[in-house]
């Protein structure tokens, strides 16, 4: 599969090099390169990529801070000057961490661990069930019998359609084990069954007699999905 990437990078030489490195590999390809990361937040706005290698020292508008504010399920690469990031940067869950300067080599590894991820979010595909820690054991649900995901502090609780079950699982955890074209966050407080949804109105869900709201931040990609639901 082709990996769309962009690279966000406001030394120009680091950039070139970057570019470099990103067309000898055929399975990347390369949407755009920006040298600032307010043009990148807009760009990620509009467009879903795979990929991003960022830089994280630019200016007034910094790799974390843009990763922090864009709506993005990209894959992230740091690529920095600076080691004392590092932590913060695994924090956000990004892919690999590349200390400047980095050879070819180190960057295959890097863009390795990318293809690799993929191939197992390609697996979550045909995924039918996952396994939830509750109290001191693993329960299994079935994916078709969830109907939605409610935040409650530092719990999640999974309603489906017969009982419901407390974990400290994270939506992040969720968001890793089950395809978002069956289950998707619609609200940092909640993620929606789509095929266990009634109706929808202005920005409310209505799963039988739950009303589900949704927010700015998951708007766009949540009716992108359910335009494509079914075809």
Do not use: W
């Not at 920095?80 to 869950?93: C, H, M, P, R, V």
């Not at 079935?142 to 719990?155: A, C």
């Not at 999640?156 to 992040?172: G, P, S, V």
């Amino acid at each position: 599969m082709k990996i769309n990437c962009i690279i966000v990078e406001d030394e120009p030489l680091a950039l070139e090099r970057t570019k470099a490195y990103v067309l000898k590999l055929p399975y990347l390809n390369l949407l755009a390169t920006f040298d600032n990361g307010v043009d990148a937040l807009m760009f990620l706005k509009t467009t879903a990529i795979d990929l991003i290698f960022l830089d994280i020292n630019m200016g007034e508008f910094s790799g974390i801070q843009l990763l922090e504010s864009a709506n993005h399920k990209a894959q992230v690469i740091f690529t920095t000057a600076y080691n004392e990031y590092a932590i913060k940067g695994f924090d956000l869950s990004i892919t690999d961490y590349l200390l400047k300067p980095f050879t070819f080599e180190r960057f295959v590894q890097a863009v390795d661990k990318v293809q690799n991820k993929f191939t197992k979010t390609d697996a979550t595909a045909d995924k039918t069930f996952l396994f939830v820690k509750t109290e001191y054991r693993l329960e299994k649900i079935l994916l078709n019998e969830i109907l939605y995901i409610e935040g409650m502090r530092d719990y999640r609780r999974i309603h489906t359609a017969t009982k419901k079950i407390m974990t400290l699982q994270t939506f992040k955890d969720f968001e890793k084990e089950i395809p978002s074209t069956v289950i998707c966050r619609v609200h940092k407080s909640y993620m929606v069954a789509i095929d266990k949804i009634e109706s929808v109105e202005r920005d409310r869900i209505k799963l039988k007699d739950v009303l589900i709201p949704i927010s700015d931040t998951y708007r766009k990609s949540f009716f992108e999905l359910i335009n494509h639901a079914g075809k």
